[in-house]
């Protein structure tokens, strides 16, 4: 499962462990009991899920490739449950057009300063990218004059813009990934980050559908998804 | 892969996700690069390992079975790190029969309170056993006369003795297991979780023979296991 | 602030870093502003707990002293998000009389598996108890005779009942401590750790009203606690 | 306590909970036994370190408020166990001149691609600082270009680059800070968090002296620190 994102991104599910099984069998520990019919096994992850019983959607593991902007990734990374692991910009040289230009751009609205609102205006969208692309060669321009001053990849990055592509490995369980989702499948989230945990949202209903069913129905706190 | 353990406990390997390659693949996401020959790949897991750098080891995910007493099983959730499930005694009646019974004995040793070291006496085996089996039937005889008087089996059950068995899933990544290795195959612990660990050695070592090696060599902080 | 709880039980806080201000400021970082007036303090602290903002209240932390009988240690243990030290039953020797004979007892309901249910039954309780107390001292007194043949506490100690008392220093930051709130201080909870939970509810509400008020308005998914 | 680190940055002990007695307090419940000799209470403190026992330092709590170029706060982030609170590029507006501008300049050597050594080279130094500023002038002077077009705070930080200054506050018990300290107070680091490790390192000292003693001694991993 792949999914292109924004102009350079994309979310790939590398590898996965488990699925609506395997929390049913862990559940099912806890009575002294195996799968059963498949309707008495989707039953109980409703009703766990119902009931907040969280703990046996541990034992599905997922491991994305993603590739993100940097700011999208400081988001990401501030999720603490999970493991990631990403290039590293003090041993790797990076590569020119890495930048994400955006196509959708949002402005602030005065009356809440937490609120951005996507605009469909052409004319400022042309502005917007030509600014960007502009400031992104000369960064990059520097970055590379940097290196060739001798300078270290670990000092000259730094710079290098929020907007540079970055990539990592991220091995999550199902009951953080759902946790990812309620705050990240968020109108209240940044445009790009949502688009990511969107692709997520579809590969986890993809390889997980009871328990992405039951978790959009009962534990889900977005605003976005939908069964 | 299974193996017994005590009289009556097992670790069973119900599930996993990866291998040495996961390892070798996430740190590469770190230099850009994806897999090489064997060779490299191995020594890429030994410099990880020689230099501490375990992340990539978290993408390596186990999910076991087991079956334990419950001084034993209360060790092991003492490792917040990973996930279990463990049969409820609230919900589930415990079957007869379903204690520890030790072969191995050990004294303390009046200079170290830390200390119990193994004897072997026949005789002294043979009297503890007779002791604890009357007390472990008296135990589970109280507990089947609570329940016939309709107390609820959550609180029946407050008379079972800790050695007991109870069984529980447990996923966990590398990273973590090679913690719980460290301390718990390790001769300060106890002796049964120590021979639950060694199973759990060997099953590793079965599946990641490079990662095991390369944890045997430079990061195990405990005194038994050996290449 | 200390309560007792159960038969021999307590709950003491032994120390504490921070309170609603804590949360405030944390909070009020990522605005880059400080303390206000009270009022707006409060509302933010409101405003954060209803939108799932849950991240500031990590920065108020609680040590508590507890002691409790095992089966309830056991439910306690599994939340993962925090720090304990436990009294080692493998390096100490247990004093007599340290058993938990509840006073409320409970009976299954057919219909349910899952629920137990208080019954005022005095002829009941009597022989409960006595059923109980007899067990608990055949139990001990095998703890007693096998120490006395030297075996090792860690294995004499394995005769011992869940009802057992132990002893543990538990730190814990507001956010983890409302989930155990959620959890345990809840009518699905066994009786005995909603115990402790609701005298932890009372020393976080008497340290931190408006968090606790916002928790009990807008986070809290037990049934039992009122602002 | 507070130290300024690089040329604009800080880190500032905001708050903290327990000291030396507070591990050796929550070590003794395990003996079942209190405070001793200062003697006695020193050594429990060695002993524990140097077999490994890090629990009890789980219950001595920091909360630090940092200020650090992002790309320190990258690197700082990926530390989970521990709680952040960081200034929202979402929600407020970037004032001028807040970008790190390097006066410890390092260059890579041919040899081995993870090694950047310092050099003492005035003219470089000049060129580098030169050509950073000047692109830190034009990436800023685009932020603000952009903000006056009504493009969004957190589509118009995109262009702003890893130099820039961000602040948040950090809470940590002392087994985490080790942790930190090991990795970051290490010549392996980059220089930059070097620094601010080196200051953390000081205020754990200052307020932990037998623990900061025995982590050196003991448990220490990197090259740096000194009792
Ligand atoms: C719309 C939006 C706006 C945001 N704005 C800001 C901002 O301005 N500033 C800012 O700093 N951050 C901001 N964040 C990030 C936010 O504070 C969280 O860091 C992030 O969403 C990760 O959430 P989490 O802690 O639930 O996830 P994880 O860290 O993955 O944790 C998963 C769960 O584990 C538990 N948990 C894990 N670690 C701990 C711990 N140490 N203590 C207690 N519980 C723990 C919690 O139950 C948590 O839900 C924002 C997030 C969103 C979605
Ligand atoms: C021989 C022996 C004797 C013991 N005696 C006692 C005793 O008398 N009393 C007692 O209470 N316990 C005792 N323990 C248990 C011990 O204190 C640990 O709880 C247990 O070994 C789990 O180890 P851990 O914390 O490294 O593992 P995990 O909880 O799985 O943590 C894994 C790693 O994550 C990090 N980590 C996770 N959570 C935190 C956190 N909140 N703060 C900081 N770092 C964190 C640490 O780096 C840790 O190494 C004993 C253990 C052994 C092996
Ligand atoms: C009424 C009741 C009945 C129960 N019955 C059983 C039973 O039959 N069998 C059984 O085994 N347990 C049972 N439990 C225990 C339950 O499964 C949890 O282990 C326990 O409640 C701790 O909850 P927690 O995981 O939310 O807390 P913590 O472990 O403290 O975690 C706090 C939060 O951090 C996050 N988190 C922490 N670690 C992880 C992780 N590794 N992956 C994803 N998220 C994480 C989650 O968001 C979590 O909410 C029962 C609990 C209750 C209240
Ligand atoms: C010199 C250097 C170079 C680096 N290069 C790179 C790089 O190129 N790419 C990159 O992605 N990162 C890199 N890192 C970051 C590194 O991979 C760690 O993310 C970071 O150092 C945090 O360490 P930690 O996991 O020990 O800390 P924490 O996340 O705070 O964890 C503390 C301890 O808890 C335990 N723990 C916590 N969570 C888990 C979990 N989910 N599974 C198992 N154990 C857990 C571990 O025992 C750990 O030691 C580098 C770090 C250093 C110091």
């Keep these: ?63 994305f490739h993603v590739k993100a902007p940097l700011f999208v990734a400081r988001q990401w990374f501030r999720h603490r449950i999970g493991s990631f692991n990403e290039i590293s910009q003090r041993y790797t040289e990076i590569k020119e057009e890495e930048f994400y230009i955006p196509e959708n751009i949002r402005i602030n609205v005065p009356e809440d300063r937490q609120k951005a609102i996507v605009v469909d205006d052409t004319e400022l969208l042309e502005k917007v990218k030509e600014a960007m692309v502009k400031t992104f060669e000369e960064a990059y321009h520097t970055y590379k004059e940097l290196l060739n001053m001798g300078v270290a990849r670990e000092l000259a990055r730094i710079v290098l813009p929020l907007s540079t592509y ?62």
Tied chains: 1, 2, 3, 4.
């Design 1 to 63: 499962l792949e999914e292109k994102i924004l102009d350079k991104g994309f979310v790939r599910l590398v590898d996965m462990m488990g699925d609506d099984y395997a929390a049913v069998k862990a559940a099912r520990v806890s009575y002294g009991q195996g799968l059963k019919t498949p309707e008495r096994d989707k039953a109980l992850i409703m009703y766990l899920m119902e009931h907040g019983h969280e703990t046996p959607f541990e034992h599905i593991v997922f491991t």
């Design 166 to 227: 970055t990539q990592f490995y991220w091995t999550v369980n199902a009951r953080s990934l759902m946790n990812f989702l309620s705050l990240r499948a968020d109108s209240h989230a940044q445009w790009e980050i949502e688009q990511y945990a969107i692709a997520i949202a579809k590969m986890f209903k993809a390889t997980c559908p009871w328990t992405y069913e039951a978790f959009v129905k009962y534990a889900y706190r977005g605003d976005i998804l939908e069964a």
